[in-house]
């Protein structure tokens, strides 16, 4: 299989077609080899134009997606960022790229797991892991300058809000029901919050204290 030619592909149809052009959210696409986050099985799918199954009926997002989100949050390599729903662990990659520390929750053990392994391999020194509900945030590493979720929720949780840099922090998550949802962005400014809404899309559940319930 020839990735590299695939993935320049992705960039190309995908990505630039749809109108993400920020220069750093591309080239940090182009470092991280997608197939590496998948299923053996489904390699040879993994630069589809698609989200894929990555067991424990949960998903790698689809590369457009992960692209979008990436570039919405306005990512800076001297911020600090929180994501909750590490899943596949391919959007963590891409973040550790873009911001200086990268904080992340996942509820599922096994996709941590199986995450923290795959991301060995790219020495990336900046990812921090923990398990558990991520709908209560990381209260001991607040506050954040970045709060990334990738997965649906009803609304952002308070206690999320209470955790962002208030000054100049920015929430990006995809807002909804369980699924449909609309991105949603809250951008703070001087202790101001400005909600803006993206594009439609569709997540698994976010499941916990402040999501969906099992
Ligand atoms: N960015 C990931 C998306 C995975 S899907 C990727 O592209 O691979 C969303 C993930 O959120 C799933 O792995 C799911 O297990 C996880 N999740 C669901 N509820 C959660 C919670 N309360 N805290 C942390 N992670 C959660």
Redesign the pocket.
């Known amino acids: 299989m020839d990735y590299e030619m695939l993935k320049e592909k992705m960039i190309k149809q995908q990505i630039l077609a749809r109108g993400v052009n920020n220069k750093k959210v591309l080239d940090a696409m182009r470092n991280i080899p997608r197939h590496e986050?998948v299923r053996e099985k489904d390699k040879e799918y993994a630069y589809d134009d698609c989200a894929m199954p990555?067991g424990?009926g949960?998903?790698?997002?689809q590369p457009y997606i992960?692209a979008y989100m990436s570039e919405f949050l306005m990512p800076d390599n001297d911020l600090k960022v929180l994501?909750?729903?590490?899943?596949?662990?391919?959007?963590?990659a891409i973040l550790a790229l873009l911001f200086k520390e990268v904080y992340t929750?996942?509820?599922?053990e096994i996709?941590q797991d199986r995450a923290k392994k795959v991301l060995k391999n790219f020495n990336l020194d900046n990812i921090y892991f923990r398990t558990?509900?991520?709908?209560s945030g990381w209260q001991e590493k607040a506050p954040f300058d970045r709060i990334i979720i990738?997965?649906a929720l009803q609304e952002i949780p308070e206690i999320l809000k209470e955790q962002i840099n208030k000054e100049s922090g920015v929430i990006v998550a995809p807002v909804g029901g369980r699924l449909i949802q609309k991105m949603q962005r809250i951008i703070y400014k001087d202790n101001k919050e400005m909600v803006e809404e993206g594009i439609g899309c569709v997540?698994?559940?976010?499941?916990?204290k402040y999501?969906f319930k099992e």
């Open positions: 986050f990555i424990e949960q998903t790698i997002s992960v994501e909750i729903g590490t899943g596949s662990g391919y959007q963590t929750i996942e509820r599922i996709l558990g509900d991520g709908t990738t997965g997540f698994v559940p976010i499941i916990g999501g």
